[in-house]
Structures are given as structure tokens and as C-alpha cells.
């Protein structure tokens, strides 16, 4: 049973930045594509960013790009999500995702290829 916990959330003001971990445990990191999803109160969960198993690949969705970067270091079974010129429509709680293969094509997307999930850590932007 893998166990993911993320860390980093907290309150930043928009045009600021702000960086997530999510360390996994109880599986062999490297073998599993990575991923960070967000729900916003009211709203359905929605991917954000997607990583292989060796960082060669990455997906973002197109409201992030230019502004977060996903990475991932296997040395530390660690995956972040790097969040720059935050804007108050980034404010939700924010998921670490483990999927089910290696490699995370567009099914990155899809949370029924995830494998496991974080508790979430709270992002709130004020303007």
C-alpha cells in the first residue's frame, strides 16, 4: 500500500510562488509516473501536472503552463510541483497522485489511472 504525503500549502499572496512536495513511501518510486491534481470548494477534482518515471516526459494543463514545473527526484522518492505568479483561481486543496504505469501519456488526466492518492494540502491565493 503506497503511502503519499505532501507538504508546502499554505497562504500566498497572487504574483507569489509557492512550492509542493509529496514524499511516497511503501512502493519503488521510480517506477511510477507522478502527478498533482486540485479540487477547488464546488468543483471537480482536475488534473494539474504529470511526470514519468525519469522526468523525460511532463504534461500540464494549459491554465499552469508557464507558471508551475513538476519534478521529481528519485534519489529522495520525492515529487514537487513548483508554483510560480500564483493567481487566486490556484486556491484549492491539491493532491499528489501516484499512477498505475511507468509512463503518463494523455491518460495523465484521467483519475481512473491513478493508482494512489495524498490527503491533500491546502493552496489559498489572495488578491
Known amino acids: 500500500q503506497a503511502r503519499l504525503v505532501e507538504s508546502g500549502g499554505g497562504l500566498v499572496q497572487a504574483g507569489g510562488s509557492l512550492r509542493l512536495s509529496c514524499a511516497v513511501s511503501?512502493?519503488?518510486?521510480?517506477?511510477?509516473?507522478m502527478g498533482w491534481f486540485r479540487q477547488a470548494p464546488g468543483k471537480e477534482r482536475e488534473f494539474v501536472a504529470a511526470?514519468?518515471?525519469?522526468?523525460?516526459?511532463?504534461n500540464y494543463v494549459n491554465s499552469v503552463k508557464g507558471r508551475f514545473t513538476i519534478s521529481r527526484d528519485n534519489a529522495k522518492n520525492t515529487v514537487y510541483v513548483q508554483m510560480n505568479a500564483q493567481k487566486v483561481e490556484d486556491t484549492a486543496v491539491y493532491y499528489c497522485a501516484r499512477y498505475k504505469t511507468p509512463n503518463t501519456p494523455a491518460g495523465a488526466t484521467m483519475t481512473g489511472n491513478v493508482a494512489s492518492w495524498g490527503q491533500g494540502t491546502q493552496v489559498a491565493v489572495s488578491s
Open positions: 511503501r512502493v519503488t518510486f521510480s517506477m511510477y509516473g
Open positions: 511526470i514519468d518515471w525519469n522526468g523525460a516526459s511532463t
